[in-house]
């Protein structure tokens, strides 16, 4: 409950007490569900100052770049934890002891298989069809076969269907990866890690013996942790809200995916590279930061900026470290687009426009890089990105599920015409 209150006062109206509630971090808000009741709305289009719901999952200070998963620091979960136990994590909210970790990896890695029939569905898609298309199409068609897992008043299909969704993630994303390239889907292995798993399936082939090398398993793993969650995003807002509507758990991860794709948003990361490759050289940085700043020009720094983070994003440092590791453990020494990067972040770091406005690399501006020296094409980034967030929506979902919740239902400030009668003939 609340002691703290707010006084709206209009003129000509009695004054309209909203109460205030805080939080155990961050802003307090400001109850507005009243306003109805008085014929008013709150305005808040793109959702700036609006809390869409109570969360214990994960909280962001955008001023002093911190990101709390239940609690813990990301860059503390990247260097100690994997990608299971921050699985795990965000679905129970606790860390997972060896007996926990043992068990919910032994079921993570024995539902990583896609029904065969999916096979199928791949061969109705062109081969050069954007891979977040087919990841929409076939995440969403897994309740056309797992009818086990659709019942979202029912606690244990919730329960499966959070395992599947982790489980197949990988599996689905490889499957869009082979699909394109012509070569034949390799099955999971489950004695192999996560991260492992997933080089494994993307890039063995039935032609040769493919060996994992643990590095890069070991960097693969920290970047889904990188991408795990991130509060109420916009993509983790589309799946509340499809959730809201009692929709089942895979048609909402299918339209978190869909939103995931704009370049605003998960788009990034496939945006950044092909801005890197566009910028070419070093010599073309200033003229790509004199379009950035340009009102009339629709040019944007991709991987700069963020609607909460007003100071360095958290990931960004872990993911410029792992990029490091990665083209070291490769022998990449003078990657050229690396030092674009690296020189566009340092002229925009200095330059007043990007200060003034508080841009900072996010965690879209250096994972292409390593993606792409890991053999990865640019439209592939947003997949994994995709693949890393699961289990931050899968959390969210349950976590609104299982409490009580009502269909998210905005309203709007309408500036159409007023009622005018069809014309007669
Ligand atoms: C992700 O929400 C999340 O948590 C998302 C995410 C997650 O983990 O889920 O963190 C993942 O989506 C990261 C963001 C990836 N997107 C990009 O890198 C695309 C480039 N960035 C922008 O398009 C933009 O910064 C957004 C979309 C990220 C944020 O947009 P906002 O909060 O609506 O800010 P805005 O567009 O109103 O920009 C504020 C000002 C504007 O100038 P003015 O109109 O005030 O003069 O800053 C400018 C913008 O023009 N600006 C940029 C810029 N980003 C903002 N100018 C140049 N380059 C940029 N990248």
Request: proline share 5%.
């Amino acid at each position: 409950m609340t002691d703290k209150t707010a006084k709206l006062v209009i003129e000509g109206r009695d004054p309209i007490e909203l109460p205030i509630y805080s939080g155990t971090l961050g802003q307090d808000v400001v109850d507005v569900r009243s306003l109805t009741a008085h014929g008013l709305f709150t305005y808040d289009p793109g959702f700036v100052s609006t809390a869409s719901c109570e969360s214990e999952i994960t909280y962001i200070d955008g001023d002093k770049g911190v990101l709390l998963h239940r609690g813990y620091p990301i860059d503390q979960l990247a260097e100690n934890a994997d990608y299971l136990d921050v699985c795990y994590l965000l679905l129970y909210g606790e860390l997972p002891d060896n007996t926990q970790k043992g068990e919910f990896k032994n079921i993570i890695m024995h539902h990583t298989m896609v029904h065969e029939q999916m096979h199928e569905f791949f061969q109705g898609f062109r081969r050069d069809s954007h891979p977040m298309a087919i990841m929409v199409g076939v995440v969403g068609a897994l309740s056309a076969f797992y009818h086990d897992s659709l019942d979202i008043s029912n606690d244990h299909h919730r329960e499966v269907a959070a395992h599947r969704l982790i489980s197949k993630m990988p599996t689905l994303a490889a499957m869009t990866y082979k699909y394109s390239m012509g070569q034949p889907f390799m099955y999971p292995r489950n004695d192999l890690s996560y991260g492992g798993n997933f080089l494994h399936m993307m890039f063995s082939t039935p032609a040769e013996e493919y060996t994992v090398n643990p590095v890069l398993a070991r960097a693969m793993d920290k970047i889904f942790t990188l991408h795990a969650d991130h509060e109420q995003n916009a993509s983790t807002s589309t799946v509340r809200l499809a959730g809201s509507s009692g929709a089942n758990p895979f048609a909402c991860i299918a339209a978190g995916i869909a939103a995931l794709w704009g370049p605003a948003h998960g788009g990034a990361n496939e945006a950044v590279l092909n801005m890197l490759e566009e910028i070419g050289d070093e010599a073309n940085i200033e003229e790509y930061i004199k379009r950035a700043k340009d009102k009339d020009d629709p040019f944007r720094l991709m991987g700069f900026g963020h609607r909460v983070y007003k100071n360095y994003d958290p990931r960004a440092k872990v993911m410029k470290a792992t990029c490091d590791e990665v083209l070291g453990e490769l022998g990449i020494n003078n990657d050229p687009l690396l030092k674009i990067a690296m020189r566009l972040e340092k002229i925009a770091l200095e330059d007043p426009y990007f200060v003034e406005k508080k841009l900072y690399p996010n965690v879209d501006f250096y994972s292409g890089i390593i993606f792409k020296a890991l053999g990865i094409p640019n439209d592939m980034f947003t997949v994994l990105f995709a693949v890393g967030r699961t289990p931050g929506w899968i959390a969210h979902w349950k976590e609104m599920i299982s409490g009580s919740y009502r269909i998210g239902r905005p309203r709007q400030l309408y500036k159409g015409h007023t009622q005018r009668d069809f014309p007669k003939s």
